[in-house]
């Protein structure tokens, strides 16, 4: 079956610019993650939906940065006013299980987001 | 609050000698352990996970990891390494206070020489 997909791959922005990234679910998954990965390091979380409910959100960097899935399954991250350091790799990720710590996290493949 | 330690960047072994990536975290609370992969231009992929009972898990592709609460490791290893287990590995943890969310290190490259 389909995993979890991201568009687009690669993104490059001017500083400035504002960009929307979209993460599609494995269908049925009430369950979804983003993570930013910048070069030589691992994936750090930015925020958490349930369905349609953004829960956690203590890891968005800044008031720049939103997301949103208003109808439980799409998420956009979307961010405004990019600047450099917000040059990364943009994870989505999906499970199955509400709260379930121990439950699997299926990952895209990310977009790459270059800011010049 | 949950961190992540992986000793080494990068670990280079020769194809058919074995693979050891080390993994250390802290956590207040009984953890859930888990060890990704990931390709170039690949999203992460699970090659096994500790939750509850057993402490040796088994993985995809060969691979295992033991959780040590003694020593708060959850070290990965392979007998014998193959040419297309290079990669980066990550290893994660969640608790189920946080909903789920992972904590990760930072990763070893692991690179096979024929």
């Known amino acids: 079956g389909a995993g979890v997909s991201q568009s687009p791959r690669y993104k490059v922005a001017k500083r400035g610019q504002d960009v929307a990234l979209r993460c599609d679910p494995i269908s049925g998954h009430v369950s979804l993650f983003w993570y930013q990965q910048a070069l030589g390091q691992g994936p750090e979380f930015l925020t958490y939906f349930q369905n349609e409910a953004q829960l956690d959100k203590s890891g968005l960097p800044s008031d720049r940065f939103f997301a949103e899935r208003p109808e439980g399954s799409v998420s956009t991250l979307k961010i405004q006013r990019t600047q450099q350091e917000d040059s990364a790799v943009y994870l989505c990720a999906s499970s199955l299980d509400t709260l379930g710590a121990g439950d699997e996290q299926y990952f895209g493949p990310g977009t790459r987001l270059t800011v010049t | ?114």
């Open chain 2, 1 to 114: 609050a949950q961190s992540v330690t992986q000793l080494g960047s990068h670990v280079s072994v020769s194809e058919g000698a074995l693979v050891l990536l080390r993994c250390n975290y802290s956590s207040s609370v009984p953890p859930y352990l888990f060890w990704y992969v990931q390709y170039p231009n690949q999203g992460l992929q699970l090659l096994l996970k500790y939750t509850t009972g057993a402490t040796l898990v088994k993985g995809i592709n060969g691979f295992e990891a033991e959780f040590k609460k003694s020593e708060t490791s959850f070290h990965l290893t392979k007998p014998s390494a193959h040419m297309s287990d290079a990669a980066e590995y990550f290893c994660a943890v969640s608790e189920s206070s946080t909903l789920g969310r992972l904590y990760f290190g930072r990763g070893t490259q692991l690179t096979v020489w024929p």
